[in-house]
T-cell receptor, first 111, second 113 residues
Framework: GDSVTQMEGPVTLSEEAFLTINCTYT??????LFWYVQYPGEGLQLLLK?????DKGSNKGFEATYRKETTSFHLEKGSVQVSDSAVYFC??????????FGTGTRLTIIP | KAGVTQTPRYLIKTRGQQVTLSCSPI?????VSWYQQTPGQGLQFLFE???????NKGNFPGRFSGRQFSNSRSEMNVSTLELGDSALYLC????????????FGPGTRLTVL
């Protein structure tokens, strides 16, 4: 079945550091890929998405590129802020409304 | 535009009881999905409703059920609660499914004692 493997957390970085959170997937066909973010006490918010190979999703300084050859969708940001502290989830969907999530990576940014 | 709302936000029940959670999707959204979030299992898909019909179902026992009304509001029910049902239950809505963005509510935190 479909699965998403995420970099183990937690991740702690200093403000303005470079961020990478690794995500790889296993799925048949051509899934859409997503990054969701969850702030404390809240539901999930879509951060970015990519629907086909080589697409780059971007939002709020975060980027991720759909790499079919390596089945990866790594999340990156050039300079993190304290406000980026949250839990990040990589997910995939094969168009049937079911999102398959990774385990989540807790990110803490220290000033 | 109002977001996805879930009620109640917090719930405490005892083993053996049943519980009903409610989700009101964003106006105009016809698809509602439910997810269970636990520290051990992460986020797992429960089921999805579209136009009052269950369209997809995850791997949960029959104690977990749901329905959707003509106004797209959805409820999920868990009967004969077990300790392991303690979780954050998230509802998400989208316009019509497929690759459309799912908008999540804040969740209902269920504690089973």
């Amino acid at each position: 079945g479909d699965s998403v493997t995420q970099m183990e957390g937690p991740v702690t970085l200093s403000e303005e550091a470079f961020l990478t959170i690794n995500c790889t997937y296993t799925a048949t066909g051509y899934p859409s890929l997503f990054w969701y973010v969850q702030y404390p006490g809240e539901g999930l918010q879509l951060l970015l998405k990519a629907t086909k190979a080589d697409d780059k999703g971007s939002n709020k300084g975060f980027e991720a590129t759909y790499r079919k050859e390596t089945t990866s969708f790594h999340l990156e940001k050039g300079s993190v802020q304290v406000s980026d502290s949250a839990v990040y989830f990589c997910a995939l969907s094969r168009g049937n409304e079911k999102l398959t999530f990774g385990t989540g990576t807790r990110l803490t940014i220290i000033p | 535009k109002a977001g996805v709302t879930q009620t109640p936000r917090y719930l405490i029940k005892t083993r053996g009881q049943q519980v009903t959670l409610s989700c009101s999707p964003i106006s105009g959204h016809r698809s509602v999905s439910w997810y269970q979030q636990t520290p051990g299992q992460g986020l797992q898909f429960l089921f999805e409703y579209f136009s009052e019909t269950q369209r997809n179902k995850g791997n949960f026992p029959g104690r977990f059920s749901g329905r959707q009304f003509s106004n797209s509001r959805s409820e999920m029910n868990v009967s004969t609660l077990e300790l392991g049902d303690s979780a954050l239950y998230l509802c998400a809505s989208s316009t019509s499914g497929g690759y459309n963005e799912q908008f999540f509510g804040p969740g209902t935190r269920l504690t089973v004692l």
